[in-house]
Every structure is written in C-alpha cells, then in structure tokens.
C-alpha cells in the first residue's frame, strides 16, 4: 500500500511537467468577470471556520477591506483543510487547473510546481510592497534558484504543550531531560491518563515525535544533511529514534488507536481534557492565548516545554527546535489576472503580519514590533524563545520532494501502529532518497 501511494504521487508530479511542456493553460474561468463586471479572482486556502476561527476571520476582513479598496475586484474563495487541500492541489496542478491564488509549503514541497512551471516569480511584489518585512531566513525557503515563488505568512515551531492541572494533580515537574520525560509518561498512565495525544493516519503530526527524537540523539543537523545527501537515514542513531517511537507506543505513552487519528481527531483528547500533553506547533496558539471559542478556564490550564534532551545524544542543546516557515501564498503562472493576483498577495501578506498577532496568536513571518501590543504572556515567552534558538530545522517533510514526503506521512503511521520495524522504517526512506540524490 505504501508504495501504491507513492507511485501515485510521482505521476502526479510528473503530470506537472508534462502540463506545462505541453502548454496547457489552466481554465479560462479564472479570467471570468462577475455579473456585476468585476475581475474575479479565485483564492483557495486551508483554514477552514470551523477548525482554524481566527485565521479564517483575519483572511475573511482583509478580503473586505481590499474589494473596498478595489471596487473592481471580486475574490472567489475555496477553503479546505490541510489535508484535503494538498490532495486537491495535486489535482489540480496536474490538470494545470492552479486557483489564481493558493497556499503553498515551502523548500522540497514547491519545488515541483516551479520545475512544472506552474508559478509565478514573486520578487518584485516582495521588493515593492514588502521590503525588509520578513524575518531573515524565512523568504528564501520559498526560493528556487534565486527567484522567489512564494510569499511566507507564517513561522512555526513546536512544542509540548500540556495540562498544568494535570501535572499538579500528579506531582509531575515539566521534564527536560528523556528519562524524566519517561517517567511522566509512566505516572500518567498508571493513574488511568492517556499522557500524549498524536494523529498518526496522515503521518505529518507523528513525525514531531520522530523529528525531534532524531534532533536529540543524532544531533540538530542530522536530518537536513540526509536531506542533503551528507548522512543517510540508515544512521544509527535515526534508527534509535524510530525505536524510541515504538517504545513510547509499547509503554502506552499515546492515546489508543492514533495510527487511525487524524490531527483533529487527536487534538480534541487534549482539548477536552483527556490526554495531559500534545506535540504540536505555534500555529495552535491561538486555542491557547486568543481564540474567542475556547474557554478562558482552559486557556489558563495550558503551558508549554521544550522537548526534553535525550541522555547520551549528540542533540544536547534544549533551545534546537523543529519548525520552519508555515504556508505561503502563491500565484498560478497562467493566471488570467495574474497582476490583480499579484496585488492582492502582497496586500494580504502585509495586513495578515499586522493582524495575525493580536486577532490569531501565531507568528508571523514578517517583523512585529510588539512593544506597544498587549500580548499573551505564552506569546511572549515564545518569542523570546525564538530570539535564542541555537537551531530551527525545518520540517523534514518539507524539507523533502513530495515523493520523498508522502512516502515519509505513511511510514511514520506505519510505524506507530508497527506495521514496520525502526530499520524497515529507516531503510525505505533511504532507497527513496537515494534514487532522487543520483
């Protein structure tokens, strides 16, 4: 099954090229005037109401306030979840059927689209509208050889959050070293709590637990450099981290069932109380600092650790995070208002960086000066974080071509709900990598 999915990717992504060698244009609807004779511009993003309020309302005024600013233009919107997003992206790149504007990842997830193609430069909307905004480092993850294809709205690293009420009702200090991590793990489980929530089906929320148990026993640049070709995921030590996973799962450190769990699914456990801790990133923020629909006696509940540093691991600074730049905003090369299109993005990015902090709590990729904002004290507390990180290695699934990346979603479910063995897990990944690295 898990190379089923992986073929399938690959021709869609080799679908890309042969779209744009052909010379297809994506649909004319695109050019379409409204009735009332507006360009119409269609813009699909993944923060649905329901599952992303404050994101989705940020996005929703700032359409507003632009089609108010522009009598002449009509924004079309699409939302999907991230899930079903990236799925329907694939189709429709392959078909050369791109939204005017969507959302895009950054590093080995956009690079297809740019080799088929499919977007447009961004440079001069980042020169133009948006110079010296973004925070250094960010921007160019969304750069292919030296041209910009996306514009960042976000900066995300993770975290274990957890239930202050819950490690007090139990006498458990944060941990910050594995073994004191361990034996948290224990003392919830034994009194009848689920200690971590995770959704392992889509593979990407598991991954934290892998990603950042690689960092600390094989060091913060191990898995950029298998990226890279300068380590291989055979190594020792990413192997250890794959047991170290299945170890957890034998100890009964996750809730029951997460290999069927989607992200949401897991994420209710701990908003409700139900598990003590949750891995996830800041783009969660807002669940815990300002979103409207959460209860402010939950909200008061919730703190946050850094992940613990593994005893005799090359990883031994604590301040090495995994994150690395959230979605970003692209254009479709063949859109019909690709101007009008281009406008809007630098608009939307410039007013999401002013918005984004005080109606969403997540960290923007653009500069803030928050000296004169009244912010939550966790989102203090992360952005002083991040002024003395040692090291922030981007998500290895972004990190990696999208082949490499959907192969890695259904190793990481396969290997906590062990259908795969630490080794199986480290040596499929390898082949896929060495095939793409010849």
């Not at 993944?46 to 108010?68: M, R």
């Not at 456990?269 to 969660?284: C, I, P, R, S, V």
Request: hydrophobic fraction near 40%; charge should be neutral.
């Amino acid at each position: 099954m898990l190379k089923k999915k992986t073929i399938s990717l690959l021709v869609a992504v080799l679908m890309l090229a042969a779209a744009a060698l052909t010379g297809c244009s994506s649909s004319d609807s695109s050019a379409d005037a409204s009735k009332d004779g507006k360009k119409v511009i269609k813009f699909m993003h993944l923060w649905p109401e329901g599952s992303s309020n404050a994101q989705f309302s940020i996005v929703k005024n700032i359409i507003g306030d632009y089609e108010k600013q522009h009598p002449n233009i009509k924004i079309e919107t699409e939302i999907l979840g991230p899930d079903q997003y990236r799925d329907k992206l694939k189709v429709l790149a392959s078909s050369n059927e791109l939204p005017d504007i969507g959302m895009t990842w950054s590093d080995g997830f956009i690079q297809p689209y740019v080799k088929g193609n499919m977007l447009e430069p961004l440079d001069d909307i980042a020169d133009s509208q948006l110079k010296d905004m973004f925070i250094p480092g960010v921007k160019e993850s969304y750069a292919v050889n030296g041209k910009t294809y996306g514009l960042p709205l976000e900066l995300n690293i993770s975290y274990v959050f957890y239930n202050k009420e819950i490690f007090k009702k139990y006498n458990i200090e944060v941990p910050k070293t594995y073994s004191e991590f361990v034996s948290a793990v224990k003392t919830l489980k034994s009194n009848g709590v689920i200690p971590a929530t995770v959704g392992a089906k889509d593979g990407w929320p598991a991954s934290f637990w892998f990603m950042y148990l690689a960092d600390r026993i094989g060091g913060p640049k191990i898995l950029t450099d298998v990226i890279h070709g300068k380590a291989k995921m055979t190594d020792p030590s990413i192997v250890k981290a794959a047991q170290e996973i299945q170890n957890l799962v034998d100890m009964g450190a996750f809730v029951k069932g997460s290999s069927a769990l989607s992200n949401e699914d897991a994420k209710g456990y701990f908003m409700n109380e139900k598990a003590a801790m949750f891995l996830t990133a800041t783009w969660e923020l807002p669940n815990y600092t300002t979103s409207p629909d959460v209860k402010q006696e939950f909200k008061d509940k919730i703190g946050y650790f850094k992940f613990p540093t593994y005893e005799g691991g090359k990883g031994t600074d604590i301040n090495s995070y995994v994150g690395g730049p959230g979605v970003g905003l692209f254009v479709a090369k063949d859109s019909k208002v690709k101007k009008e299109s281009k406008d809007f993005v630098g608009y939307l990015v410039k007013e999401w960086g002013k918005k984004s902090v005080t109606d969403a709590g997540v960290i923007p990729a653009t500069k803030v000066d928050t000296a004169s904002l009244k912010l939550s004290p966790m989102y203090v507390e992360i952005l002083k974080d991040l002024s003395s990180a040692s090291n922030v290695t981007t998500y290895f699934d972004t990190q990696s071509s999208p082949a490499v990346s959907e192969l890695h979603h259904d190793l990481m479910t396969a290997l906590f709900g062990k259908q795969v063995t630490p080794k199986e897990f480290a040596k499929q990944q390898a082949d896929a990598l060495a095939k793409e690295q010849k």
